[in-house]
């Protein structure tokens, strides 16, 4: 089977996904993550921490000559020069600090730009495939932890012996990180299963959430639970009966059990949320020195968007917050116009992992979290810039979008480009 040299980008972006996805699965196996958080672990060694960011860059960089020839739609230009302009701003700030954190915050949003950028189209049907490997992966790669957990006593990365405080986290082995990829696989089932399966598999990424003892995952379910609940008595009065009665039943089940187990976690996470609510006292008392560039040496808050604000000033964090709207904006607008099933299960997943990555962000970094970070940028980039090639009509500009010419047209990039 011959590869013609066309078709190296869309090769290089299925690599790329999965080579990210699955890097990190070496944590539990080989006990590898921070002593800080992880008693029974080792650090993990500098040159496997390195690797994810050597790999990536030789890939992207195998697939920026298409980026850099990638005709962009006009109403997509501004996007662009916003999202450059930041990534500028924050590769300034790591010349002139010589802090590597900087570029960990910018090297992934660039290399989803420009795998985003290089391909032609990624078809949902391949998407949808994708999220289904992950779902198996995630669900059994829990179960696999906690089996030894119960049957030999392995603990995993977040796990202290003789305490309620045992976390899991999947393959990931970081259950901050996995609860962002359950609400992902979470609202793309809720739309792409019905039946009996649909509720066996929100079941399961349910049990998988609550294992990971995020209360910041807690109060995102529970928030996203009510709002779907409004929205569905909105649009069909006569159900407020039953959800009303559901809800009542499951409040009055949980007071049994809740209070004891909530208070219990709040002995056990304290130091963590103290860690989440600390505020930069020192630096508000001289603000003029961050205000408009960012202190001069980096400053680690819990909260990513605090962190941010001091360290790059707030006319950054202004165009940040304006383009992370504009990115879930077109995200919302694509799953609200969709008619097919399978799109819109998709990028109701895709809205799901953008929105807990932002809301989350107030809690601690997850916009820092790899993989998670890059998945998170990478998805919303496909959506804001027409690379989703849908099964009916896209949802961005109304037509049907042509599939056979695709491949077969004159130009590999005749059909993309020319939307």
């Not at 869309?10 to 800080?36: A, E, I, M, N, Q």
């Not at 590597?100 to 998407?127: G, K, N």
């Amino acid at each position: 089977m011959k590869l013609r040299v066309s078709e190296v980008p869309d090769k290089v972006f299925w690599v790329c996904l999965f080579f990210c996805t699955l890097f990190v699965s070496y944590r539990y196996p080989l006990k590898l993550g921070t002593t800080d958080t992880s008693p029974t672990y080792s650090d993990t060694p500098v040159y496997l921490q390195t690797a994810k960011f050597v790999g990536v860059l030789c890939l992207a960089m195998l697939s920026s000559w298409w980026a850099l020839k990638a005709r962009i739609k006009a109403k997509s230009v501004p996007l662009l020069i916003l999202l450059i302009f930041l990534q500028c701003i924050v590769l300034a700030k790591a010349f002139y600090a010589f802090d590597v954190r900087y570029i960990d915050q910018t090297f992934w949003p660039l290399a989803a730009l420009v795998l985003c950028l290089s391909i032609r189209q990624v078809e949902t049907t391949s998407l949808d495939a994708f999220l289904k490997f992950l779902l198996l992966f995630s669900v059994a790669s829990d179960a696999v932890e906690v089996f030894l957990f119960v049957t030999t006593g392995r603990l995993p990365a977040q796990g202290y012996a003789d305490s309620i405080a045992i976390r899991f986290g999947g393959w990931l082995d970081s259950p901050n990180d996995f609860a962002c990829i359950l609400f992902l696989l979470m609202a793309w089932a809720l739309f792409r299963y019905r039946g009996f399966k649909r509720c066996l598999i929100q079941v399961m990424l349910l049990l998988c959430l609550i294992l990971t003892q995020s209360l910041t995952a807690y109060a995102f379910y529970v928030a996203s639970l009510i709002l779907l609940a409004a929205i569905h008595v909105l649009t069909r009065p006569r159900s407020f009966v039953w959800i009303g009665l559901l809800f009542g039943i499951v409040t009055l089940a949980a007071l049994s059990w809740l209070p004891d187990l909530f208070s219990t976690l709040l002995e056990n996470k304290a130091t963590s949320i103290s860690g989440h609510l600390r505020m930069p006292a020192d630096l508000l008392g001289d603000w003029e020195s961050w205000v408009w560039l960012g202190a001069s040496s980096y400053e680690f808050y819990e909260n990513w968007w605090v962190s941010s604000l001091f360290n790059l000033g707030v006319p950054w964090l202004i165009v940040c917050v304006i383009t992370t709207v504009w990115l879930l904006s077109r995200v919302g607008l694509a799953f609200r116009q969709t008619t097919s099933n399978l799109d819109k299960a998709l990028l109701a997943g895709i809205f799901a992992l953008a929105s807990y990555c932002v809301l989350g962000s107030w809690s601690f970094p997850v916009l820092t979290f790899f993989p998670v970070n890059f998945i998170f940028y990478l998805f919303c980039f496909l959506v804001s810039f027409g690379k989703l090639q849908f099964t009916g009509s896209d949802p961005l500009v109304g037509q049907p979008v042509p599939r056979a010419g695709l491949r077969n047209g004159p130009s590999p990039h005749s059909v993309v480009y020319s939307r």
